[in-house]
Each structure stands twice: as structure tokens, then as C-alpha cells.
């Protein structure tokens, strides 16, 4: 494993620094890009203003629809696949910079954030050119305080380690439109039912029931985000939903938009 380029190389190719322990890079990425598993020196909140991108970390899986960012430790192992071209704007923090703010401890793991109206304008202003060293302070520490709200775990798959759970994991997310009743699983995986039910409970903190769940709404993301002209009748009849109306309000529940409207601004 690799520490990636520091944005200060960033920097000396047109991208910038506040002056204040925080670095900003913007960068462009078309759909299918993948970034490999990498980190940072440097704590990071990773936004894409347009587009949709999946975060996979050691503890799980996170889809990031417009509308969220995502929190990455320093020194935490992490890829990123661009589902959606996005425009994406990454602050990079300097360990002493979210010392002397005191909110080191908060931020010690990975966690996606809903994106208020307010965190959105902070962003995207932090990247005006001309920003004058006391505005950009003031528009940091609005964005930190923004970042103080509960984690939204709604787009988060996490993974199981145990083997065998693993592998069922897998088989999921690789055909997320499959039935994959948990007996036809475990019998592929070498195990009871029982064992397998209780291995997703205890690995993942969900039933196997809520873990599909969120695997076929990530799947249907993925699926909006990376395919044109999407027929949302056929994809919940895909996904196993019994109406469209049943599968918009899972959807809902999860990206806070009906697939329709995720598909327009995705």
C-alpha cells in the first residue's frame, strides 16, 4: 500500500492552499474511473458537486450520491469508482490544523454526510478565487461545524471478514437484482442457514434481510447513475419490489429522492 500523491504536489500543478493547514484540489473525473486502494498523510472530506461515486473502506462500502461527502481519516486505506462523471472538490486537513480546532477524536473514522444547502455553498466557496485568509477561516469552520451532524449511514453497505460471509457478501453484491434467499447461499457457501443468518447479524450489525436491502438499493444507484434512459418499472421488477410505488420509497429512504428524481440530477 501506497501513500498517494500529497496535495501540496497538487498545488504546484494549479491547485491551491489556504494557508492555514488546509489544501484544496478540484478535479474532474468521467464515469468508470477507478482510483485504486491508496491514502493520504492528510485527513480529507471528498465531495462531488455533480455525480455519483462509491467509497469502499476496510469497514464497508459507502454509495455517494450528489448531495453527500465523505469523511476519510488520514492515513485510512480507501478507492474510490466513479459511477457518474463528477466535478469533485477534496479538502485536505493537516493533522495539526484539526488539533488546534479540537476536533481530532470526532473524526477518527470514515463516515458519509448528508449535504445541507448550507455545507454545499461552504464548499464550493472555499474554491472562489480571491478568497481573503479571514473569509476562508470563517467558511472552514462553518464547513467543520456542518460535518458535527449525526453520520448518515443510509448508503452504507458494510462488509463482513468472516470467510464464508464474506463470500455470500459477494455473490450479492455481484447480482444485486438476484433473489439470493439465504439458504441458497449458505448451501453455496458451505454452511447452514442458521450459522450464515447469525454471521451477518453479528459481522454487520444488520439481519441478512436489511443487508440485501441496502445492496439492492446500491445496485439501483448504480445502475441510475451509470445507464441511460433506465426503466424504473423494470428495475424494481428486477430488484424483487412488488410496485414501483414499493420500490420509490425505498429508494427514497435511502438517497432521500425518487429514483426519477436521482436519475435527473445524478
Not at 496535495?7 to 491551491?16: N, S, T, W
Not at 462523471?85 to 490544523?97: N, V
Request: aromatic share 6%; net charge neutral.
Amino acid at each position: 500500500m501506497t501513500i498517494a500523491e500529497t496535495p501540496i504536489a497538487a498545488i504546484l500543478r494549479g491547485q491551491r492552499a489556504t494557508g492555514d493547514g488546509v489544501h484544496l484540489v478540484a478535479r474532474a473525473y468521467r464515469k468508470g474511473v477507478r482510483l485504486d486502494p491508496h491514502m493520504h498523510r492528510e485527513a480529507q472530506l471528498v465531495y462531488a458537486a455533480t455525480g455519483t461515486m462509491q467509497v469502499t473502506t476496510p469497514k464497508g462500502r459507502w454509495l455517494v450520491p450528489p448531495d453527500r461527502a465523505v469523511w476519510v481519516p488520514a492515513l485510512l486505506e480507501h478507492a474510490i469508482d466513479v459511477l457518474a462523471d463528477i466535478q469533485m472538490r477534496t479538502l485536505y486537513f493537516d493533522l495539526a490544523w484539526l488539533e488546534r480546532e479540537a476536533r481530532g477524536d470526532s473524526l477518527d473514522a470514515e463516515f458519509v454526510v448528508r449535504v445541507s444547502p448550507l455545507l454545499h455553498q461552504a464548499i464550493l466557496a472555499l474554491f472562489d478565487a480571491g478568497n481573503d485568509r479571514e473569509r476562508t477561516s470563517l467558511l472552514l469552520k462553518l464547513a467543520m461545524l456542518e460535518l458535527d451532524r449525526a453520520e448518515d449511514s443510509a448508503t452504507f453497505i458494510p462488509l463482513p471478514h468472516e470467510p464464508r460471509c464474506r463470500r455470500a457478501a459477494d455473490i450479492v453484491l455481484g447480482d444485486p437484482t438476484g433473489a439470493h434467499e439465504i439458504e441458497t447461499l449458505a448451501r453455496e457457501v458451505g454452511t447452514s442457514a442458521r450459522t450464515l443468518s447469525r454471521l451477518f447479524s453479528s459481522e454487520t450489525q444488520l439481519s441478512f434481510k436489511s443487508w440485501r436491502q441496502r445492496a439492492r438499493i446500491a445496485g439501483a444507484i448504480e445502475k441510475l447513475s451509470t445507464e441511460a434512459n433506465v426503466s424504473v418499472k423494470q428495475l424494481a421488477a428486477d430488484l424483487g419490489y412488488a410496485s414501483v410505488p414499493a420500490f420509490s420509497h425505498a429508494f427514497r429512504q435511502v438517497t432521500g429522492k425518487t429514483p426519477t428524481q436521482f436519475a435527473e440530477k445524478s
